[in-house]
């Protein structure tokens, strides 16, 4: 999108470096289809599984009702919790643990494949300890 606005900005010949660098930056970049199995992954699941309620904790609870239905009464706002990560279920109960993504060894995928161990590591060492 950069580079094409550049290129809007700029016209011919200067905005076609701005193409042809995102062009050789792209082609160049790490590739993987973690994100894209992912998806399959999920849409087969919504497309074959049976549709569940949004779990109870993850619902808001904007009245005195909701709130004496137990509407969000057990959820964990992450921000609240050192890295801002908790060990919640996010999932309908049909799809509770299920995984979809798995970042690939490849680019930033690996540093997102290494940020998400070190916080379930250390949500289950927290968990320990208490």
């Known amino acids: 999108m950069a580079a094409t606005e550049a290129f809007r900005f700029l016209g011919s010949p200067e905005g076609e470096l701005a193409i042809a660098h995102a062009a050789v930056y792209l082609a160049s970049a790490p590739k993987s289809n973690a994100v894209y199995l992912a998806y399959r992954k999920m849409m087969q ?21 909701m709130k ?13 919790y ?15 643990g299920r995984v979809y993504y798995s970042p690939s060894e490849n680019g930033l995928e ?17 968990k320990r300890e208490q």
Do not use: C, M, S
């Open 110 to 126: 690996y540093e997102i494949g290494r940020r998400l161990a070190r916080w379930w590591k250390n949500r289950r060492r927290v």
């Open 45 to 65: 699941d919504v497309r074959q599984k049976e549709a569940h309620p949004v779990p109870l904790h993850l619902r808001n609870a904007p009245t005195r009702l």
């Open 82 to 96: 050192p890295g801002h990560f908790v060990e919640e279920d996010y999932l309908p109960g049909n799809l509770a």
């Open 68 to 80: 004496e239905l137990g509407y969000g009464k057990t959820y964990k706002y992450p921000h609240d």
